[in-house]
């Protein structure tokens, strides 16, 4: 996804963790630090990457007014330490410098990563540059949640997935399917609605919440 900002850099991370297994070229995963919220490049960019993925993703299910994230709620999950970041893997470094971060427009993935419960764990704006989507980026970032939530003393992972009612949605019966393979089992439905009153408006089409579950 391009970006017409100028490279900006991202402070150290606080997390990482290993790839579930080998690809193509690795991507590293990082838990970046909270200063990171104060750089308006990097969230206007992690907002529009989320947005753009979601608005097509959910086609057919929210009304072109809808937006899933804005600047100052990626702000504030970066202040959380609850978002994970997937960058272009960095040329090597000379061993007498200092890496040097990647830049905005190396971010291709991202999700977001919180405790449903003392026991469970949760994963959710979970979005993929559509050119870097079946290369193994969301695969790994999964991975990476699941990871986090197990070092916390976890042991169940949770996501939820939004599907229209009535009619099958081809990207969402897809991604069902996709987190099916990864071990994910469906626990219950909910009603959207109910759920979120306060975005119910801008659906144009009967929603649920699937909910899945997974163990550590």
């Given at each position: 996804?391009?970006?017409?900002?100028?490279?900006?850099?991202?402070?150290?991370?606080?997390?990482?963790y290993p790839?579930?297994?080998?690809?193509?070229?690795?991507?590293?995963?990082?838990?970046?630090?909270?200063?990171?919220?104060?750089?308006?490049?990097?969230?206007?960019?992690?907002?529009?990457?989320?947005?753009?993925?979601?608005t097509?993703?959910?086609?057919?299910?929210?009304g072109?007014?809808?937006a899933?994230?804005?600047?100052?709620?990626?702000?504030?999950?970066?202040?959380?330490?609850?978002?994970?970041?997937?960058?272009?893997?960095?040329?090597?470094?000379?061993?007498?410098?200092?890496?040097?971060?990647?830049?905005?427009?190396?971010?291709?993935?991202?999700?977001?990563?919180?405790?449903?419960?003392?026991?469970?764990?949760?994963?959710?704006?979970?979005?993929?540059?559509?050119?870097?989507?079946?290369?193994?980026?969301g695969?790994?970032?999964?991975?990476?949640?699941?990871q986090?939530?197990?070092?916390?003393?976890?042991?169940?992972?949770?996501?939820?997935?939004?599907v229209?009612?009535?009619?099958?949605?081809?990207?969402?019966?897809?991604?069902?399917?996709?987190?099916?393979?990864?071990?994910?089992?469906?626990?219950?439905?909910?009603?959207?609605?109910?759920?979120?009153?306060?975005?119910?408006?801008?659906?144009?089409?009967?929603?649920?919440?699937?909910?899945?579950?997974?163990?550590?």
């Amino acid at each position: 996804m391009e970006h017409s900002e100028s490279a900006t850099p991202i402070p150290p991370a606080v997390g990482v963790y290993p790839e579930p297994r080998p690809q193509r070229s690795p991507t590293p995963i990082t838990i970046p630090s909270p200063s990171l919220a104060d750089n308006d490049t990097i969230t206007t960019h992690l907002t529009s990457l989320i947005n753009a993925v979601y608005t097509t993703t959910e086609a057919g299910i929210f009304g072109p007014t809808y937006a899933r994230t804005s600047p100052p709620e990626v702000r504030n999950f970066l202040l959380a330490g609850e978002l994970a970041i997937a960058n272009l893997p960095s040329p090597p470094s000379s061993p007498t410098l200092e890496p040097t971060p990647p830049p905005a427009e190396s971010i291709i993935g991202v999700i977001r990563i919180s405790s449903h419960s003392p026991t469970t764990g949760e994963f959710g704006l979970f979005a993929v540059d559509p050119a870097y989507q079946g290369t193994g980026v969301g695969r790994s970032l999964i991975h990476f949640a699941e990871q986090e939530c197990k070092q916390k003393g976890m042991d169940k992972m949770q996501c939820e997935l939004l599907v229209p009612v009535g009619w099958e949605h081809p990207f969402k019966k897809r991604l069902q399917t996709w987190y099916e393979r990864m071990g994910y089992a469906v626990v219950r439905r909910e009603e959207f609605g109910r759920e979120f009153f306060e975005l119910a408006g801008h659906l144009v089409t009967e929603a649920e919440l699937v909910v899945f579950e997974k163990g550590l």
